[in-house]
């Protein structure tokens, strides 16, 4: 089965870089999504990158991915206050945009804290 | 470009009964998928719609039910609600299911409450 793993909070200083890691186990994962989650809101697509790729950037988000070790990352530069969310890692399989058998899986979420 | 829109946002019902939420997803996309999301199990797929058809569904009793009409729009309805039902129930949209694009977009979210 599927699984998604991410560590529950993370601290940064504003200005510095912040780093969310995630694990994934389904090999097969052909999207891998970052979403990010304010107080009372729904989710924000805050970038994807497709399986076949190692890298994407997109101003300070940058995304990393390394499909050996099912690991995925994002690093948000220069971390501002209004950084500061819930950041949800998420996979789909089979191709669906929509998720395939069971849609997407998500982790639990990063909560990032900026400290000033 | 309106974004994917949910209502209603907010609403309270008492157990026994039964609820149905809206979702209109951005102009032009096709496929509707609807996800659950508490503090205890966090997001969870229910199932997704495209031309009107579902096309997959998640883990949920037969209480939690969709549909999606011919202009895309979609609802969900959960019957006979449970304490456990109250949740923030999110929906999202994209061009079409299979799709290569990658880009799935979500509402605002229902949160239902339940007494």
């Known amino acids: 089965g599927e699984d998604v793993e991410q560590s529950l909070f993370l601290s940064v200083r504003e200005g510095d870089s912040s780093v969310i890691n995630c694990t994934y186990t389904?090999?097969?994962?052909?999207?891998l999504y970052w979403y990010k989650q304010e107080p009372g809101a729904g989710l924000q697509l805050l970038t994807y990158?497709?399986?076949?790729?190692d890298m994407k950037q997109d101003q300070r988000l940058t995304v990393l991915l390394n499909k050996k070790d099912k690991h995925l990352s994002l690093r948000i530069a220069d971390t501002q206050t209004g950084d500061s969310a819930i950041y949800f890692c998420?996979?789909?399989?089979?191709?669906?945009?929509?998720?395939?058998?069971?849609?997407?899986?998500f982790g639990k979420g990063t909560h990032l804290i900026i400290q000033p | 470009k309106a974004g994917v829109t949910q209502t209603p946002r907010y609403l309270i019902k008492t157990r026994g009964q039964q609820v149905t939420l809206s979702c209109s997803p951005i102009?032009?996309?096709?496929?509707v998928s609807w996800y659950q999301q508490t503090p205890g199990q966090g997001l969870q797929f229910l199932f997704e719609?495209?031309?009107?058809?579902?096309?997959n569904k998640g883990n949920f009793p037969g209480r939690f039910s969709g549909r999606q009409f011919s202009n895309s729009r979609s609802e969900m309805n959960v019957s006979t609600l449970e304490l456990g039902d109250s949740a923030l129930y999110l929906c999202?949209?994209?061009?079409?299911?299979?799709?290569?694009?990658?880009?799935?977009?979500f509402g605002e979210g229902s949160r239902l409450t339940v007494l």
């Open positions: 389904d090999s097969s994962s052909t999207y």
């Open positions: 998420a996979e789909s399989i089979s191709g669906y945009s929509g998720g395939g058998a069971d849609g997407l899986t």
């Open positions: 990158i497709f399986s076949n790729m």
């Open positions: 719609y495209f031309s009107e058809t579902q096309r």
């Open positions: 999202a949209s994209s061009l079409e299911p299979g799709g290569n694009t990658g880009e799935l977009f």
């Open positions: 102009s032009g996309h096709r496929s």
